[in-house]
């Protein structure tokens, strides 16, 4: 009989991937590669920043909230850099590099609080967001995750075409009567909530790879966007599944397995070109 645990741990896995292996390839076609893991390490900050109020307000459930909260809002600060004429890697870099020292100044202020506060494992949910828990998902977690995930694939069903358009040629979008400074918000926010989604699930250190392998792999080996899009779909759900079945054999961290696998598939297609 199947542990209930690995049965969560692979629906997980499944909808981690459908979202991942959507957005991977606009990732890519749009070059926001240098976009998400500035992202991604607002999840850190955010992710600590929610402990400190969890710690204060005796309610550790606001992490994720904190987190997600954070994490739009400096998309939302990139994209508006952008509108103001900065580049995109130069609004990325600006607004990161006040995210960094941010988040060193939060690790000082929660060691203070976790000072006067009972023992909480929060070494052990900082470390849960760098490497990943998938074996540990609750069933309200993974509730969390296959309904913010709907919404999220719903979102990305509707307007997948115009983010191609975007990623292609945003005057041409501009020419039809379409607003490229609105889709590039809303893809901003869709990469940004997508990732404090699923952070806790794969790990920040893996979600940076698996939302840029994927789509770049799947580029090198088609031009048809149909194909793009199911080589980076069947990808990310083979390796997610793959690592999720061997990590309970050899109880190595699914999140490692994932991202050596695809670093293997990646250098594999450059050595053969």
Known sequence: MIPEYIIRAILASITVSVLLG?????????????LTHATFHSLLFGAVLGMVFGLILENLSL???????????????????EKKGFSSDSAVGIVASFVAGLTVLS????????????????????????????????????????????????????????????????????????????????????VGGVGALIVKTVGLITLQVVAVLPGAIALMMSSDIRKILGVSLFLTLGVELSSVVLAYFTSIPPSGLATIMLGVIYGALLFRR
């Open 63 to 81: 992490v994720m909230v904190v987190a997600l909260i954070v994490t739009i809002i400096v998309v939302v600060l990139i994209a508006e850099l």
């Open 107 to 190: 690790f000082g202020v929660l060691y203070k609080v976790m000072a006067t506060r009972p023992y909480f494992p929060l070494s052990e949910d900082i470390v849960s967001y760098l490497t990943g828990e998938i074996f540990l998902i609750t069933l309200n977690d993974l509730l969390t995750l296959v309904i913010g995930g709907m919404v999220a694939f719903f979102i990305m069903l509707l307007l997948y075409r115009d983010f191609l358009y975007l990623s292609f040629d945003p005057e041409g979008l501009e020419s039809y009567g379409g607003n490229s400074r609105a889709y590039l918000m809303i893809l901003y926010v869709l």
């Open 22 to 34: 959507l957005l991977s390839p606009i990732i890519n076609m749009k070059g926001l590669a240098f």
